[in-house]
């Protein structure tokens, strides 16, 4: 058998083929290589559990003597017209507004509150209602800033106004109640606080930070029925006691 050897040309060419093949896969292959991303390690942050809290509310109230008085008094009058109703009001107004200057009442401290005319109705045998007069009447709402002469502001408007006066009712309070809130404020927010500690110990934790904290309206002191008061009396005692002021807040602490 006779092996026939390539000629040297021949094997050149078949090896510069073999250099350009490699080449064109070796430049091919390159880019695909490089759009492989590289393996990344994905990391998913545990959410951690919202902080337990406690939700508690706090009373506090704080008492002082009173320095202000204010009372509700006012005039009615009874007429067979509407006119000569209200003329007769404003008489008795009038007596009652000079009564109260004459009293050191300033003006700025006495305010109408009410003002009113209506017709009176009378049934007659075959029950139907006809109006047979018109009362008029006017309140006031006058406050006495010596308290000490609160009585005597009373019978003096009483004596001057006569059977056509009226004493609606007296209250006493504080002029200025800023002091008084901020200690009952102090008082709501230590037993709000006292409270969830207590709260943080009984369940094992301790207590942290405060979340939030609201406070509710304040209580104040109103208006209060007086007894009928006879018009000859010259002097009404009083006791004006203590006024007491309430705050009522709601606090949320962390439980650590």
Not at 64 to 76: H, Q, T
């Amino acid at each position: 058998m006779t092996i026939r050897r390539p000629s040297a040309a021949r094997t050149a060419r078949l090896l510069a083929a073999t250099a350009v093949l490699g080449g064109l896969l070796v430049g091919t292959a390159g880019p695909a290589l490089a759009a492989v991303p590289a393996r990344t390690a994905l990391r998913v942050a545990a959410a951690e559990p919202a902080p337990a809290t406690v939700t508690v509310s706090g009373q506090g109230r704080a008492s002082s003597a009173p320095d202000l008085a204010i009372l509700s008094v006012g005039v009615e009058a009874a007429k067979k017209t509407a006119k000569e109703a209200m003329a007769a009001q404003s008489t008795a107004a009038e007596a009652l507004l000079e009564v109260l200057h004459k009293q050191g009442i300033a003006d700025r401290d006495i305010r109408t509150d009410s003002l009113s005319l209506s017709p009176a109705y009378t049934q007659n045998a075959a029950g139907e209602n006809k109006v047979t007069g018109y009362q008029a009447g006017q309140t006031f709402s006058v406050k006495v800033r010596d308290i000490d002469r609160t009585g005597q502001v009373i019978g003096a408007v009483n004596e001057a106004t006569g059977d056509s006066g009226r004493i609606n009712g007296v209250v006493f309070d504080v002029a200025d109640p800023t002091a008084l809130r901020a200690k009952a404020r102090e008082a709501a927010y230590r037993d709000a606080y006292d409270k969830a500690e207590q709260h943080a110990r009984l369940s094992g934790h301790r207590l942290g930070r405060l979340v939030s904290l609201s406070e509710g309206e304040s209580v104040r002191p109103g208006i209060g029925a007086a007894p009928g008061i006879s018009a000859d009396e010259p002097s009404v005692p009083t006791a004006p006691g203590e006024i007491e002021e309430q705050v009522t807040v709601s606090a949320v602490y962390e439980l650590l």
